[in-house]
């Protein structure tokens, strides 16, 4: 035991971090997807459709989207440990709020307007800022780590909020939920997670020490660091990446939500199909962990726009593959760049702006992925109901994520980047050695 | 309302209600009721959650340690 705990003290505090808040993301979005086990559960006690149901899930995601730039400022001034507890507990509250609610139109409300606000406080823009400023050399496969845990949550919790449904009813599964924010999101977050390497006295990625010249050249800051985030608006690499994100969140939106009814439409079973989406996320947790590894050792924007031509020809697939073979092309070609473009793009930008203003520009570019998606999952279903296909929305997809792919590739990374004017310093250094 | 949006409705994320389903189905083959499986898993967050404190506070106690050092 107690070599155990000498070599714990060996692992860089950063990761404890990781894993804490992994954890945390993966209650968090367990519950959050669990909304969809307890809609014929609304059904039946308020006497509503499914459509007034649907008011309160599209409020809530606009609301999340519409939020993330604020809270990436709250962070940026009072620091994420601060803003994931009052994050956590909020939520918590609106959780215990909709255990209570006597009818649709307070659905709406605590659901739609509370929890989606409230949670925006532990979402992964707050998470992934945090995680930016205790990494550099590993902020890649660190933040690769803290987003498995978010892939996980839909499908190891859900089914669990399902049974937990069955055998005590909705109301005490949604009390449930309270008490994981209680006793487990709530102190891991108090007892684990501190601003910066700087408050414990450490520095990003346990590399070095303060004092040290190594870590003096790697505090270079980027050519770009902004101290005002309306400065990221005037320069070409935040509209490179936001760009590229917003077809991101179209490519994920509509697959996520359209992928099994495809199956369906092309007379593949929905089993298969549902089947098919298992695979797709088991891959993309592998994948995940694989492109985080990578990110750490070539340039991040090589693999950034790789991940976007990939996912094309996922999409490609679909089309141009038989039913039954585009089905699970797709599942592992498309799986493989599923999330992997999220711990890369929030990279890309605490390595060009800087960690001073992560929080917001971060929480930008996740706006626009959000909003994007949304409205473009709403366009694929009315051109599904128009035309009877999804080639056509599939084939639009191929282009967008072709042009996101160049557009990832134009990104002048080894010029803005941080990770590279360390390099610069050091060759100068060893030019003048 | 488009219908499709009430079909988002259901995912609210990656989870399909057809997925969904084929995971309980075969859930149900090991755990019947489900109580088990909640019983479980109740038991894994709670263990996680402590060990994951217990670790990362025993890391933080030994840093300040270090430093007063």
């Known amino acids: 035991m107690g070599s155990l705990f000498k070599k714990t003290s060996n692992i860089f505090y950063g990761w404890y971090i990781v894993f804490g808040l992994a954890f945390v993301t993966f209650l968090d979005m367990g519950a959050r997807q669990s909304f969809g086990v307890f809609v014929h559960e609304w059904e039946l006690e308020f006497s509503t459709s499914v459509s007034s149901i649907s008011i309160a899930a599209s409020i809530g995601l606009v609301v999340a989207g519409l939020a993330a730039p604020f809270y990436g400022a709250l962070i940026d001034r009072f620091g994420s440990r601060v803003i994931l507890l009052f994050g956590a507990a909020l939520t918590g509250f609106g959780y215990l709020l909709l255990s209570m609610i006597p009818n649709v139109f307070f659905l709406a409300f605590v659901w739609g307007c509370i929890i989606s606000l409230t949670a925006g406080g532990i979402s992964i823009t707050v998470v992934t800022v945090t995680i930016a400023r205790w990494f550099d050399k590993f902020r890649g496969i660190a933040m690769s780590v803290l987003l498995s845990g978010a892939a996980l949550g839909g499908l190891i919790l859900v089914p669990f909020s399902s049974y937990l449904t069955d055998i005590v009813g909705w109301r005490f599964t949604v009390v449930g939920f309270v008490l994981l924010y209680g006793l487990v999101a709530i102190p891991i977050i108090w007892n684990l997670v501190q601003n910066s390497p700087a408050s414990l006295g450490l520095v990003p990625d346990g590399i070095g020490n303060k004092d040290s010249e190594e870590t003096v050249s790697r505090a270079m800051p980027p050519p770009l660091e902004v101290k005002k985030w309306r400065s990221a608006l005037h320069s070409l690499p935040f509209w490179q990446l936001s760009m590229a994100y917003v077809v991101c969140g179209v490519s994920t939106s509509i697959i996520s939500v359209h992928y099994v009814r495809w199956a369906i439409s092309e007379g593949i079973s929905s089993t298969q199909g549902a089947l098919a989406f298992g695979v797709l996320a088991g891959v993309n947790g592998a994948v995940l962990l694989l492109v985080g590894w990578l990110s750490d050792r070539i340039e991040r924007r090589v693999l950034l726009g790789t991940v976007y031509g990939i996912r094309a020809i996922g999409f490609l697939c679909l089309v141009i593959l038989p039913p039954a073979w585009g089905l699970w092309t797709f599942a592992i070609v498309g799986g493989g760049s599923w999330l992997s473009s999220v711990p890369l793009t929030s990279s890309l930008t605490a390595d060009i702006y800087g960690l001073k203003q992560v929080g917001t520009l971060t929480g930008l570019t996740n706006c626009a992925h959000a909003l994007g998606g949304g409205a473009c999952v709403w366009i694929a279903g009315t051109v599904f109901d128009a035309t009877g296909s999804y080639d056509n929305v599939f084939l639009g997809v191929v282009i967008g994520l072709v042009v996101a792919m160049f557009i990832a590739w134009s990104v002048q990374e080894k010029r803005f980047s941080g990770r590279y004017q360390i390099a610069d310093t050091e060759l100068t250094g060893a030019a003048a050695n | ?69």
């Open chain 2, 1 to 69: 309302m488009p219908p499709l949006i009430d079909y988002r409705l259901h995912h609210e994320g990656p989870i399909d209600p057809t997925l969904l389903s084929w995971i309980r189905s075969i859930l149900d083959q090991f755990f019947g009721s489900g109580l088990i499986f909640v019983i479980i898993l109740s038991l894994l967050i709670l263990i996680v959650t402590f060990g994951i404190i217990f670790l990362g506070r025993r890391a933080k106690n030994q840093i300040n340690e270090n430093h007063s050092e």
